[in-house]
């Protein structure tokens, strides 16, 4: 208690010294020693600079959650080198580690600039899709869900991505827990002009095709609609392999 009380004190001196020793505090054995700092270093305005720098180079998934939500109680005018820097960490961690330490680094990012972290997740996916490395490409556009930018392109790309990060699979089980397929069924049922994009699609392969064919098939509505585009697309194109002639087959089962 005699701690926690001298922890809160040390709020009255706006300098960088008890500001270091506040952060250390952070990651005390103590809740409250933990609780203190952490409202005590909301109020300090010297605690800003410190607290960025701490994040920047943590390491921890949890201490950096903590240290995000003080940050973003300060002045968030922060400048661009600083908005890049947290970029290059959030790209690190989300390629290298395993943990979900990127998510507080794009917690930070949103809160800061939405829409220069759009344009910067964009652009990485589709440099990443250039370079086949699809299951990489889909994970960064997943970050998008659940934010203005989850548009009709950004589902499509993430489709893309995940349909050629695993092996095809035409078993029930396998489809309908399938990412890619559950998306093309939403683009299926809205203007988007799916059939048309993914015939044209390079990066697919006549496979690819008939496996989102054969699944948008099952469903009922304009999502068969596609299904028998893409159908007569690989059995006009492909007729003589074998892939052009499942979907032949599978032609005459579409109503």
Known sequence: MVKRFAIQKLGGFDSAAVVKTLIGYLTDDSYARRDQATATLKSLPAARLPLMKELLACEDEREAWTIADIVLLHDRSWKRDTLTALWDKLQDALEQREDRLFAALQHVLHALDPAWLHE??????????????FPESARWLALLKDSPAWDDEARYAFALAALKSHKRSLTVT????????????????????????????????????????????????ESRAVARELLEHLASRFGRTKVGKAAKNKLQLVV
């Open 120 to 133: 910067q997740i964009r652009a990485r996916a589709d440099k990443l899709r250039k370079s086949k490395r």
């Open 174 to 221: 396998v489809r309908r827990n399938d990412a890619a397929v559950e998306t093309f069924r939403t683009l299926g049922t809205s203007p988007f002009p799916l059939a048309e994009r993914l015939r044209r699609e390079r990066v697919l392969d006549p496979e690819d095709l008939y496996y989102v064919a054969f699944t948008l098939a099952e469903e009922r509505g």
